[in-house]
C-alpha cells in the first residue's frame, strides 16, 4: 500500500500542469459514426479530438463553416451541444517486440485477452512513404511456399503485389501459407483483417497458432462488427506496425485481406461526411486511400535500416470481373498481382493461379539463379500446353509432338497442385521443377504425379538431404549438381512403384 | 437546417456589408432581413440563418468570457482585457461567469479557443496521467 501511495506521489511530482489553450466547438449534429461540429477553427486535418465520455475523434473533413468528426467508440453517449476539443495530437498506435502472437483492434488494444501489451513506441497510422532515395531496388525473394508463386509469379521483399479472385477461391489460403513459410525466414508478419467474419479471424489465429506461425504474426482485427472507421483504421494501423519492424533493419509481411471491403468501409464513411461521391458511389479520392497505404510498402536502402515492407494487398472480384472500379486500381499500383480463378478452383487445381492473367513485375529480379534457370521456360510451356489444350479439345487427331506437349503441360499442372498448409522449401521447389521440365516425370501416370511427388519430396528430405543442402548453397545448378540429382532421382524411381 | 454553399455565399457579403467601423449595424441587418422576407424562397431562409450563425459568430470573436468560481477585482478585469485585446489585435468586451466547477483558477474563452489554468482542468490533466 505504501508503494503505491509512493509511486502515486511520484506520478504527481513528475506531472507539469501549466495553462493550457485550447480550441474547443461544439457537435451540432451526430448519426452513425460520424459528428459534425462547429467551432475548431484550428483542427487540422487527420487530427485527434477529445470528445465527453473519455471518447476520441478523428478529423476527417474540414469545411468552411463545420468540422467532420468520426467518432472511435460508442458514438450514441455523445449528443447535441456537447464539447469537442483538439488535442493536437495525430492518430498513433503502440508498436513493438511485444505486438509478436497477439490480435490487436485498429488502436493497438488487445483483443485476444491474453491480457495488456506494453509497446515500444509509438507510430503515426498515417505516414508518408519513403522517397525514392531511401529505397533500393526489390533484390531479395520472399519465399511464399507455394511452387506455383515462387517458380512463376516471384515476390520480393519490399514489393506489392495483388492477390486476386472471386471469393472462396483461396486468397486467404495463400497467405496463411505463406506466413507458414515465413517460421524461420526472419519475417516478421502482419495479418490484417478488414469487414471479415469474426469467426474467420479466429479461424486464421488458430491455425497459425496449429502451425507455429503466430509466433512470427501479429494480427489486427477490424471484423465486420466493428464500426467503419475502425475498418477504414485496420490496414494502416497494420502497415504503422510493419513500417517499425523495418525501420528496425527487419523484413516484414503485411497481408490486407481485405482492400475490397475497406474501400466499402471508406464509401461509407465518406457518404455519411456528406462527401461527394463519384463512380459506384466511392469518393474522389478511393484511388489515393489505396496507392498512400500500398506505397509505404517498400525496400530500405542500406543507410536507413536495409529493412523491407512487403505487402500482400488481396482483392475479392465479383463474377470473375477484374475490370471494375476498385480491381483495376489496386491492380494499377501493384507490382503485379496472382489471379486465382474460380473455375479451376472446381476443376480441383488448388491453388486456382490463372497463370495467363497473373504475373510479377519486380519479383524476377529477386529470384534464385537457380530457380530462373529451372523454371524460366515453365510459364510458357504452361501458356502453350492451355492453349494446345483448348484445340485438343475438339478431338481431332494430334501428331506426336503435340501429344507429347500436352502429356507434359498435365504433368506440369500436377506438380503445381499443392495441398493447404504445407509450403515447400526452396530447394525442394528447385528440384520438382527441374524434375517435371527435364520430362523424369513422363513415365508416370498423371493420377499418380501427387503420390509420386509426396514420395519424392520426403526422400529428398532423408536421403537427399546433402543434395538439398548444396542446391541451396549453389547459386545455379551446376553440372555437377545436375548430375548428382540425375542419379538420385534413377535411384529414387528404381524403388518407387 | 443545412446551410448550402450557395446561401453561404451570399451571407457572407451581406455580413461584411452589415458591418461599419468595426461594429453591427442593427438597421442594415433589419434591412437585409425586409428584402428577404419579401421574396421568401428555401435559400432565402437558409441565408437568414446562416447570416445568424455568422453574426453570433462575430460577436463571440469581440467577446472576452472570463470563468471564475470567485468574482474578480475590477482591476485584474481590465489587466485581462488590455492583454487579450493586445494579443488578438481587436476590440473586445468583457463577460464574467461563476463557475463554481472551476475549484480556482480562471478560464478565458473567446469565440473557439480557450485558456485554462483552472484546479479542475489541473485534476483532469491528473487523472488523464493515472490513467494512462
Redesign the interface.
Known sequence: MSNLVEELKKEIASLKTAAQKKNVGVITEISDGVARAEGLSEAGYNELVSLPHDLTGLVLNLEEDSVGIVVFGDYKLLKEGDEVTTTGKILSIGVGENLLGRVVDSLGKPVDGKGTLKTAKDYPIEKIAPGVVFREPVNTPLQTGIVAIDTMIPIGRGQRELIIGDRGVGKTAITIDTIINQKNSGVICIYVAVGQKTSKIALVADILERYGALKHTIIVAAPASESATMQYLAPYAGCAIGEYFMDEGKDALVIYDDLTKHAWAYRQLSLLLRRPSGREAYPGDVFYLHSRLLERAAKLNKDLSGGSLTALPIIETQAGDLSAYIPTNVISITDGQIYLEADMFNAGTRPAINVGLSVSRVGGAAQRPSMKQVAGSLRLDLAQFRSLEAFAQFGSDLDEATKKQLDRGQRIVEVLKQPQYQPTEVEKQVALIWLVTNGHIDDIEITNIANFQEKFLDALSTRGKKLLEEIGKEKTLTDKLTGDLERFVQDFKKGFK | MK?S?KA?KIAKPLLKAAFIGGKINEGKVRGFLKILKKHPSKIGSEVVFSLQ?LIEAETLKKQLVLETPFPLQAKTVDRLKNEFEALLNRQLTVEIRENKELIGGLRIKN???????TVE??LQ??KG??VR
Open positions: 446551410i454553399k453561404l450563425k469565440s473557439d479557443n480557450v485558456w485554462e489554468n482542468s489541473t490533466q491528473l496521467a493515472l
